[in-house]
């Protein structure tokens, strides 16, 4: 470990007082008597200074179709601005993040699959979980579209094509609120996705990696509609199938519930989670858009399609 190393103003023979290092052992530098003042002043000020300065701040634990969407770009300077908190974000996959919540280290969380946060109140680690905003799922893949989805409304039905056609399918394999949603679907269309052999990849990767991947490979893939909307490297791929109400996709805040860790800041991260779901919160979520395109929709606004 380190020595803190403790200043003193240490006499010399007649030079007055001067500067010592007792953790160093370097030797005393001497000082001009206005600077001598100055500095017995700054010392005097010092243990007072880290406290005043100290930055007030939470963590979240949220997802990554959040983050690489753009939208925590735009939310939390405008929470920050109105409460003097900041936010650090974890961006991982939905079950990451319940794990990280479950272990204590986070604040609060901001994610998108809700048999997983309900379980993760009734387990107790999290409390009053709130519905704050949602968008929906849409399924992209090339636009020659082997397996014949385009235009479909269907869900389950295209991913069943998807299979039948043996068409390739990236998969985020992460255990996020994407790919459980995914999960489900496949599990709806009676298919067991992992069956499906090589062209069934799971790449463990968030939402932006996985549609690159996607690209890359002219396979299909379900995306947030958010993430699709900020991602440039489409190449061949474009929406085939939307307006399915198995796509809908609510996000819910919730918080960690400070028995977890002695450290959790529970008033700052409660200032948060009444923000996200007062009317400045709504309002900033519902200004955030791309290229003039509404993303993400308050509880109870979002458009049926």
């Known amino acids: 470990m380190i020595p803190r190393a403790r200043i003193v103003l240490a006499p010399r023979p007649g030079r007055g007082l001067s500067l010592a290092d007792t953790a160093t052992g370097d030797p005393p530098l001497s000082l001009p008597i206005s600077r001598r ?25 949220s997802t990554t179709s959040t983050e690489q969407s753009g939208l925590f770009g735009h939310l939390l ?8 908190i900041a936010v650090r974000v974890v961006a991982v996959g939905t079950g990451q993040a319940l794990a990280i919540g479950a272990k204590g280290d986070a604040d609060a969380l901001l994610v998108h699959d809700r048999a997983g946060e309900d379980k993760f109140v009734a387990d107790g680690h999290g409390l009053d979980r709130r519905d704050v905003m949602a968008n929906d799922f849409v399924i992209v893949g090339p636009a020659a579209d082997p397996a014949g989805i385009k235009g479909g409304r269907d869900a389950t039905d295209a991913l069943a094509r998807i299979a039948k056609a043996k068409a390739p399918f990236a998969s985020r394999g992460d255990d996020s609120g994407t790919n459980r949603t995914e999960l489900r679907l496949w599990k709806k269309a009676g298919i067991e996705a992992r069956g499906l052999g090589s062209g069934y990849r799971e790449l463990g990767q968030g939402m932006g990696p996985t549609l690159n991947a996607a690209a890359a490979m002219d396979a299909y893939t379900l995306t947030d509609r958010a993430t699709w909307a ?49 009317e400045r919160g ?22 049926t399609q």
């Open 37 to 61: 003042l100055a500095l017995a002043a700054l010392l005097a000020l010092a243990p007072v200074l880290p406290a005043a300065a100290q930055e007030r701040a939470i963590t979240l634990a």
């Open 230 to 278: 900020n991602f440039k490297n489409r190449q061949n791929l474009v929406i085939l199938v939307q307006g399915d109400p198995a796509l809908f996709n609510p996000y819910g805040s919730t918080l960690v519930n400070p028995s977890k860790n002695p450290q959790i800041h529970a008033a700052d991260a409660r200032i948060w989670h009444e923000w996200l779901t007062s």
């Open 77 to 84: 300077p405008i929470f920050q601005r109105e409460t003097g």
């Open 282 to 303: 709504r309002a900033a979520i519902a200004s955030f858009t791309i290229n003039g395109e509404q993303l993400f929709f308050p509880t109870g606004t979002m458009p």
